[in-house]
């Protein structure tokens, strides 16, 4: 069974601040890795994705990736109010017979407090 | 672009009852999806396709139903409804051989009572 396993929180944090999301995943095949941000009712929408590891940085948000410890991580810098929002883990094995089919975990509620 | 559009976004079911939930996307990809998102859970695939007549199950395909006959449309039909299919219905396509990286819809929510 493939897991993928945040801590479902809630994180809270000071506007400005680091917020820090982790996750693990039990399958060793799992080769690429997502974040999506949810808002309240709303869909996922795609925020970052790493494939190999250490770190990539877009504008605010930093992913980690350390396939020996099969760990993933979220760094928002300089949080805003407006991050506040469900942040959730994905993970895919890359190619083959993929598919691109993701195993999602539970989900980390983030909420920035002015 | 309209991305990918789901109907209904609402809808109550009595037990036993069976409805279609419609997928469509504008974006010419091949690859698409159906999750369900239950209250503080992470998402579970209950189909997915990689092209026209192409369908394939998922994590938690039971109950449920899907057909694949062009590119653009991915219906998920639910058969004999029950309240364990309560939940957040999500359509997803990919436009890259299946990445992993979605553009989802906006959602279906679900009640079987």
């Known amino acids: 069974q493939k897991e993928v396993e945040q801590n479902s929180g809630p994180l809270s944090v000071p506007e400005g601040a680091i917020a820090s999301l982790n996750c693990t995943y039990s399958?060793?095949?799992?080769?690429?890795f997502f974040w999506y941000r949810q808002y309240s009712g709303k869909s996922p929408e795609l925020i970052m994705s790493i494939y190999s590891n250490g770190d990539k940085e877009d504008g605010r948000f930093t992913a980690q990736l350390n396939k020996a410890s099969q760990y993933v991580s979220l760094l928002i810098r300089d949080s805003q109010p407006s991050d506040s929002a469900t942040y959730l883990c994905a993970a895919s094995n890359a190619g083959g017979t993929s598919y691109g089919k993701l195993t999602f975990g539970q989900g980390t509620i983030l909420t920035v407090h002015p | 672009n309209a991305g990918v559009t789901q109907t209904p976004k609402f809808r109550i079911l009595k037990i036993g009852q069976s409805m279609t939930l419609q997928c469509t996307q504008d974006?010419?990809?091949?690859?698409m999806y159906w999750y369900r998102q239950d209250p503080g859970m992470g998402l579970k695939l209950i189909y997915y396709s990689v092209g026209a007549g192409i369908t394939d199950k998922g994590e938690v395909p039971n109950g449920y139903n899907v057909s694949r006959s062009t590119t653009e449309d991915f219906p998920l039909r639910l058969e004999l409804a029950a309240p364990s299919q309560t939940s957040v219905y999500f359509c997803a396509s990919s436009y890259l051989q299946g990445n992993g990286e979605l553009f989802f819809g906006e959602g279906s929510r679900l009640t079987v009572l």
């Open positions: 974006m010419n990809h091949n690859y």
């Open positions: 399958d060793r095949v799992s080769q690429s």
